[in-house]
Structures are given as structure tokens and as C-alpha cells.
């Protein structure tokens, strides 16, 4: 029998899961629910479903739903759901409060209430190729960057962009952070719109992030360095390519075997490049991002499933690390430790 669902908050985001719920076998999209009436009954008549001001109206006749409102009101929307002990799919980030979110959490606990976060880039074609390699992370480089799309612009890109890649770094890391330092500049509003953070973990790991919806082209690429691999992934083209150690023994003991004068004399013969054995990722982009997320949570609820969805949990450490990242940000001294400015403002000053 198919899972019932609503999705709740008729925006860009919203509008997405409905078209995704709509075409799964295994779903059954029963009402779409926005403040805005009109919003509401216009992605209703697209999707041959009902359409709701109020989630209440619908909650007897669903068993789990989508909230794709802003970040401010997620936790407000859940409350009801998962006090009824209904499932969820919370876009991310998952909140804005953290101490709240973690009441959710307790109360999902009590109510039997299962949640993943909207965190799709997980379920990203490269995503998942990568994910058959044992990868242990010693350093992972990240560049999130995009034109000005002029949505988001009341949160910075912390909490817009580079949220993502958090997730992901916290996903392959799989350790504590225990320090963050990070600087920021607001060009366009009173956020930052460029933000460069360095996370270490207690592991070792360290993990260079950065993002910008400010540049002139769109990149989304991730570089992860571990003792036996080096990965580099392009998340926009869903493609990459991994280089193993134990394939390529034969250059390192080449390269270890020459002294400083014959290394120097294969500079002007050989590219380097050529003599490297590496693995293309094969990604499968049979299914796109959030209908391979919409699958993973039906199965989890449903038959227990472990999959690469975000736990909700792992949704808040992601909020955890993002807020730190901004503190970091604001506390950041532009001319050194005697200087009076701080902070992301430096342009907009």
C-alpha cells in the first residue's frame, strides 16, 4: 500500500517534492497545504490532489508528510505531525533553533515519529558512486559557488549554500568537530554572502569549505584526500574520479627510488598525468536526487531500511557546525588582533 503524503509549503521547494511524490509508485500525494490559499489550490489543480490553508485539515488522511516552508517556521509546522506521530521529510536546514530542534527530536522519540532531513545532495549520481569507496578523510577541500539567485537573501550563505556541503564533510568525517574559524563578507544585504571556513575534527581530519552566491559561474566540487584515495567529485556535472594508492605503487616507488637530479630530468619528458592510474565514477542518474530521497525514506519507514538519508540528528549537528561557522565569522578581526572591525560586514560598511 502506498504512503500517504502531503507536502506542506507551496514554494519552489515544495513544488519539486509534489511533482516527486506524484510519480512514485510507492507514495500517494494527498493534499498540498500552504498559507496561501491561491499558492495552494494551483499546485493542487497541477497535481490532482486537494489543497489546504492548515495541516490539520489533513492530518487524519495522511501518514507522513513534506515541510518545504521556510527554515523559520519548520519546527512550528512539524510540532503537530510528530506529536501525532506522523513521518517527515523537513527541507533543510532542518531549523533555526537549536534547542528547539532538539525538543522535536525528544518528542519524535516519544511519538514513534521517524524524520530525515532534506539534505538531497546526499543522493547526488557522484554521491553515491563515491559512496562504495571506504573513504577515512584526512583532508576534504569544498567550493560551493553560484550567481546571485536573489531568494534565500534573508539568511546568509552559511545557512543557503554552504549547508550542504557541511552535511557532507560531517557525513565522511565522521568524528567531532573541535574547532572552526571561518571569515565572511556581506556585499548585497546584512548577511554574508562569501564565507571560507576551516573545520577540524577530533580525528585529525580537517576540512576547507568554501562558498559564494555572488560569482559569475556555478561549481560545486569536492576534493577528499584519505591515506589509500584521493577523490574529486563535481556535483553539478555528477561525475568524478578516484586515484588509488595500492594502484599506483609502482610511480611511488618509482618517485622514492630517484634522487633530486633524475626526478628533475623526467620534468622535461614525462607528464606526470599519464603514468596515474585512476577510476572514473560511474554515477547512475536513472533517478534524480529527490526521488532516490523520497524511496530511502519510504523504505526506512517503512521496512527499517538503513540508507544515506539525513538522520534528523545529523540534521542538527549540520545546524550545530553552521551556527559555529558564523560565530566564527563575526568574531573575525579584518586588521589584525588591534583592529576595531569584525565580523561579515566589511563591504556593506
Not at 584521493?230 to 574520479?241: P, Q, R, V
Not at 588509488?244 to 616507488?253: H, V
Request: charged letters at 25%.
Amino acid at each position: 500500500m502506498a504512503m500517504r503524503f502531503a507536502v506542506i509549503g507551496c514554494g519552489r521547494m515544495g513544488k519539486h517534492h509534489a511533482r516527486t511524490l506524484q510519480n512514485l509508485e510507492s507514495a500517494d500525494l494527498v493534499a498540498v497545504v500552504d498559507a496561501n490559499e491561491d499558492a495552494a489550490k494551483s499546485l493542487a489543480a497541477q497535481r490532482n490532489c486537494k489543497a489546504f490553508t492548515s495541516a490539520t485539515d489533513v492530518m487524519d488522511d495522511i501518514d507522513a508528510a513534506v515541510i518545504a516552508t521556510p527554515t523559520v517556521s519548520h519546527l512550528k509546522a512539524a510540532w503537530p505531525l510528530v506529536e501525532a506521530g506522523k513521518h517527515l521529510i523537513i527541507e533543510k536546514p532542518y531549523c533555526d533553533d537549536v534547542a528547539a530542534g532538539g525538543e522535536l527530536i525528544k518528542l519524535a522519540g516519544k511519538s514513534g515519529s521517524k524524520i530525515i532531513i532534506g539534505h538531497s545532495e546526499r543522493f547526488n549520481p557522484a554521491c553515491i558512486a563515491m559512496s562504495k569507496y571506504d573513504i577515512r578523510p584526512k583532508f576534504i577541500e569544498a567550493h560551493r559557488i553560484s550567481p546571485f539567485t536573489f531568494r534565500s537573501a534573508d539568511i546568509g550563505v552559511v545557512l543557503d549554500m554552504m549547508i550542504h556541503d557541511i552535511d557532507l564533510v560531517l557525513m565522511m568525517a565522521r568524528s567531532r568537530v573541535v574547532d572552526v574559524q571561518a571569515i565572511g563578507v556581506s556585499v548585497i544585504g546584512k548577511h554574508e554572502d562569501i564565507c571560507n571556513a576551516r573545520l577540524r575534527f577530533a580525528s585529525g581530519c580537517v576540512a576547507n569549505i568554501t562558498a559564494s552566491r555572488l560569482a559569475i559561474k556555478t561549481e560545486r566540487k569536492m576534493r577528499i584526500f584519505s591515506e589509500e584515495h584521493y577523490l574529486s567529485i563535481d556535483y553539478a556535472k555528477k561525475c568524478g574520479l578516484v586515484i588509488e594508492k595500492n594502484q599506483n605503487l609502482d610511480i611511488i616507488q618509482m618517485a622514492r627510488d630517484m634522487d633530486v637530479d633524475d626526478i628533475a630530468e623526467l620534468a622535461q619528458s614525462v607528464d606526470y598525468t599519464k603514468l596515474l592510474k585512476f577510476e572514473e565514477l560511474v554515477p547512475d542518474e536513472s533517478k534524480d536526487p529527490l526521488t532516490r530521497q523520497a524511496e530511502a525514506f519510504i523504505d526506512m519507514v517503512t521496512n527499517g531500511a538503513e540508507t544515506l538519508a539525513c538522520k534528523v540528528e545529523e540534521g542538527l549537528a549540520a545546524v550545530v557546525t553552521a551556527n559555529a561557522i558564523i560565530s566564527a565569522i563575526s568574531q573575525h578581526k579584518w586588521d589584525g588582533d588591534a583592529g576595531s572591525r569584525v565580523g561579515s560586514d566589511i563591504i556593506s560598511r
